[in-house]
């Protein structure tokens, strides 16, 4: 029996280092990744309490790590890492150069440009230095909007200059981006860059005060995105609640939301989420006759349009 | 083997189930062939998310648990649960195992009889039997499956208690912890119900049916024994069964290896109670045999 044993242990250790040896490594450097993460996270919890040995022992894990590894596909990652964990230590210059990196090296990917920006931005904006943060988010609006980034940066500017304090700017951002919103939404047409920039645009409006336009954008898109994948339930609810809270919250207006509801349910019977909008028709001219607050729906998951 | 008076006294019977295997460590031969098809087996889902495996196994990963579980650490995730899946340890138990076993009892009995042990004569003996002992291995699965949906119901109903206080939130507290002790529970009654059936297949060369008669008529009489004598061995799984439902408690900080050890461990484990239970109801078979 001894020798059988034998005989099985060398075959499981032979296919454990053939299996080994033709790993491409891939799983390797998920582990040392993780494990990396695993210390960037405890760093995190207290950045103050952190010598700075490990601060710079992390850094050098990871510049290991994209030695080891430079071809992978997670290696770009890591630059944006490597800044994030200067910006812990309040390094500024430094965690900027860590995503200078990341775009010096890979220009060609749009994601992750916009992300190494943004942090840009954000360091700037942690030191108080805004215009060289606004100049970093520009760069996001005129280089990487295709990206979900992208998308933001516009609705970002205006949040940021009222947060300072000028409103001038805001105003200005604000004609700016729905100038862009706009572009992107022709650019590209059907993709969720369009149905993001029409969700944007209502947002912007809600910001610069023009409540009735926001709602009816978010009305519009309803019926045009009915039957689209993009027009996911959580999708549906967040729009149903945003034109119930600006219109009937703000506003006092229970017949708005009602008359875009109504006429989603005329364009669209037999739509999954008929039951749910007949519902909170339902509910608003309930409240409507008792003049009280906005309560909402409950929507399920997948709702049968044949209920 | 052992005299009358031991042989209703668990501790006792397990001993000397125990010794027999010091003594002829023959017995544990095909016990060495499970252990290596399923560390094999380990092994291959161990790899199975690194190339060249992920090339067969990515696509079905992704498709059944998410493209998430095929990198570090999540792929200890799958690697636990399918390695430990109901549906795998069933297939390789019904359709392997029941050969093994098989194997082992001829041993079993080639010893009690005196007889030279020829492994080539213990193989030849289980295989002609297969068919019979691979419905004697399907018969414990299958009951313990239906066991499961049954108290599936009861836990399906006790997810609906509300309660957060009072003696409705201590029963779906009670439910509820319990799940992974009563499965535990669940498989050693179920190999309880069918224990005699594979000794009779194989000591007595009898075919399904007679096997099962001779089954239930040696359970009519000692099943609450039986039963004891199954549970005993079982117990040892307990540590594994407490560190994999408190997982969440120390996920932190152990590393994500410990879920494949803690499933290896645990299939260590559960040939281990095999060995003990097949060995010792295969004494108790043959001293009742004997008593005859």
Same mark, same amino acid.
């Given at each position: ?70 071809? #992978? ?230 709702? #049968?349009?044949?209920? | ?292």
């Amino acid at each position: 029996m001894k020798k059988t044993i034998i005989i099985f242990l060398f075959i499981l250790l032979a296919v454990f280092a053939v299996l080994t040896f033709l790993d491409k490594g891939e799983y390797g450097m998920e582990k040392q990744l993780w494990r990396a993460q695993k210390q960037f996270e405890q760093i995190a919890r207290d950045p103050k309490a952190v010598p700075d040995q490990n601060y710079e022992g992390l850094v050098n894990q990871y510049r290991k790590i994209i030695q080891r590894f430079p071809a #992978n596909g997670l290696t770009r990652k890591i630059y944006i890492k490597i800044g994030k964990i200067y910006l812990l230590k309040k390094d500024y210059v430094k965690a900027r150069a860590g995503f200078q990196e990341a775009l010096t090296r890979y220009p060609d990917d749009p994601a992750l440009c916009a992300e190494a920006l943004m942090h840009i931005g954000n360091s700037f904006e942690l030191e108080a230095k805004y215009d060289e943060a606004k100049t970093a988010y520009r760069q996001i609006i005129g280089q990487y909007a295709a990206t979900d980034i992208g998308m933001s940066m516009p609705m970002y500017l205006i949040t940021l200059n009222s947060k300072i304090g000028r409103p001038a700017d805001a105003e200005k951002a604000s004609a700016e981006a729905l100038v862009f919103y706009d572009a992107i939404a022709k650019k590209n047409p059907e993709t969720k860059y369009a149905f993001a920039s029409q969700r944007m645009s209502a947002a912007v409006h809600f910001a610069r005060g023009d409540t009735q336009k926001g709602i009816h954008l978010l009305g519009q898109m309803l019926n045009r995105y009915a039957d689209s994948e993009m027009m996911t339930p959580q999708q549906i609810v967040l729009i149903v609640k945003t034109i119930n809270t600006m219109s009937v919250a703000n506003l006092k207006d229970y017949d708005t939301p009602i008359a875009i509801y109504q006429d989603f349910l005329n364009q669209h019977p037999r739509h999954q989420y008929s039951v749910y909008l007949q519902k909170t028709i339902n509910g608003l001219k309930e409240l409507k006759e008792k003049n009280i607050g906005i309560r909402f729906q409950a929507v399920p998951q997948s709702q #049968n349009a044949q209920e | 083997m052992s005299s009358e008076s031991k042989s209703k006294q668990p501790i006792a019977l397990i001993k000397t189930a125990i010794s027999t295997l010091f003594t002829h460590p023959q017995i544990l031969s095909p016990y060495a062939i499970i252990a290596f098809y399923e560390f094999l087996i380990f092994e291959l889902l161990f790899f199975a998310p690194r190339y060249p495996l992920v090339t067969f196994f990515g696509p079905i990963i992704r498709k059944l648990e998410g493209e998430v579980f095929l990198h570090y650490p999540f792929s200890y995730y799958v690697l636990a649960k399918w390695f430990q899946s109901t549906l795998l340890q069933s297939v390789i138990f019904v359709v392997l195992n029941s050969f093994f076993i098989g194997v082992s009892i001829a041993i079993i009995n080639a010893i009690n009889n005196g007889q030279p042990v020829i492994l080539k004569a213990a193989f030849k003996r289980a295989a002609a039997s297969y068919v019979h002992l691979f419905i004697g291995a399907a018969l414990p699965v299958a009951t313990m499956i239906g066991l499961s949906q049954l108290h599936e119901l009861v836990i399906n109903r006790a997810l609906v208690i509300r309660s957060t206080s009072g003696i409705y939130y201590i029963l779906k507290q009670m439910v509820l912890l319990s799940v992974p002790y009563f499965n535990l529970f669940l498989a050693v009654f179920s190999t309880a119900l069918f224990i005699y059936v594979i000794p009779g297949i194989i000591i007595d060369k009898k075919k399904i049916f007679g096997a099962l008669a001779s089954n239930f008529k040696i359970l009519w009489k000692s099943f609450g024994f039986t039963l004891l004598v199954l549970i005993l061995p079982a117990l040892i799984y307990l540590p594994v069964i407490l560190l994999q439902s408190t997982t969440s408690i120390y996920k932190d900080a152990a590393p994500p290896e410990l879920l494949g050890i803690l499933a290896i461990v645990g299939v260590i484990l559960s040939i281990v109670i095999d060995i003990i239970h097949y060995t010792t109801m295969t004494t108790y078979y043959l001293l009742k045999k004997e008593e005859k």
